[in-house]
């Protein structure tokens, strides 16, 4: 509803003429309200909109703003938010979106209270990797890398935390996402001055341990145990699991560089490759720069073939592939979609395990934050430390989404291993 604004002057004289006709009542009382009203019941925002909401006073039609309350009446009206971790309210009625969820934003005038039902909707499209069809049966089909395909035309999208847009290359209609729901979301035509929603059915989901069965084939490892592998076109097959992980979703085991066996706690004191007397290492200095089956954890329990990744095994496996940040089963995780003509649609995800070293004690702090992945190349800087392949999902920093495939840690770290075996 309107809000009819009634200057405070007038309100003033208002006031006194009551108290002159009310001989022996306080001149300043009270103002008599019969209720209050906001102007949106309900709203639907990204994380990040704002709206701004308007109360009005009944049966004055005026907004607060209008009225000089008196001192003891400022502290009772008041704009309040049921849940600061999903919106945010000033005392103006400017309503900001901070999180996944719904809550209610109310204006509260002494006794009266208004109340606006706010939804705030987790809309990420990177959890997403499928295809849309729209009420016309128009199919969209999107991959990460920004691009897909509409009625077989292309057509190429963008995301910029709050909105996705994507437009066709053959016509000048740009689509821009607001919302998601379960099995829909909400766009508009960006041409339509009117900007008048429309609902699109959603085919997509969030990945599921049947989309990682593209390209599987068994290898024999140690005992005659099989393990799954994929081929992503890269020159090696990639276990879908991490090592001692039965799912790949599963975090698996974490050791020290060079060692074969997991252990309470990562220090360099209880570190297989160095000596407390001579705080020296004693295998890995310069020479050799690989790790040798032996030390290797990945050929010392599967067998066979079996290894840790080189540091060029891993560049490839970033450089080649579509990556997606998802989710699979309870953890947060990056799947690698191989781009390699002839493999497209395989794929391995590694979930985001956490990190084992003295530093942070345990996988706790880390767990569903950062994933980190041991190659079996020795830092050419530093023969402390090996290379390895680090995954950070930090919100609110700069490690929000970031791979980085050439990093070194020291070798007494606990990290996972992703397996490899050599195409026979």
Known sequence: MKTKTIPALILSCFFFITSCENEGRDEHKPLEISGVEININ???????????????????????????????????????????????????GLVKAIGKG?????????????????????????SFYGQWQSDNEHSYFFNYDG?????????YWTFDGMRLSFKSAGTSNTFVVVSTDPGQFTYYESNDSGKVNHRMKMAARPITADDLTHGITQITGKDGQNYDTVDLGLGVLWSTCNLMAQTPDQNGSFYAWGETGTKDQYTLDNYKWYDTDSL??????????????????????????????????????????ISMWCKLGNSDGLLFISAVEGYQGNSVFLPLAGLKENYYGSIAATMNTI????????????????????????????????????????????ACIRPVVNKE
């Open 280 to 321: 020296k290492l004693t295998k890995y200095v310069e020479q050799p720069t690989t790790l040798e089956r032996a030390d290797d954890a990945a050929s010392a329990i599967m067998g066979g073939n079996w290894r840790t990744p080189t540091r060029e095994e891993i560049q490839a496996l970033c450089q080649n592939c």
């Open 371 to 414: 994933g980190v992945y041991w190659s079996s190349t020795l830092s050419t800087e530093d023969s402390f430390s090996a290379y390895y392949m680090q995954l950070f999902n930090m919100p609110e920093s700069d490690l929000y989404k970031a791979v980085y495939f050439n990093s070194t840690a020291k070798r007494y770290s606990g």
């Open 147 to 155: 691009t897909g395909t509409a009625d077989e035309n292309p057509i």
């Open 42 to 92: 309900s709203a639907e925002l990204a994380i990040g909109d704002t709206i701004t909401l308007k109360a009005t006073i009944l049966p004055y039609n005026a907004g607060p703003e209008s009225i000089e309350w008196e001192d003891e009446m400022k502290e009772t009206v008041f704009w309040k938010t049921a849940n600061p971790s999903i919106v945010s309210v000033t005392q103006d």
């Open 102 to 126: 719904s809550c209610k934003v109310s204006f509260i005038c002494g006794t009266y209270a208004a109340e606006c039902s706010v939804t705030v909707r987790d809309f990420s499209i990177e």
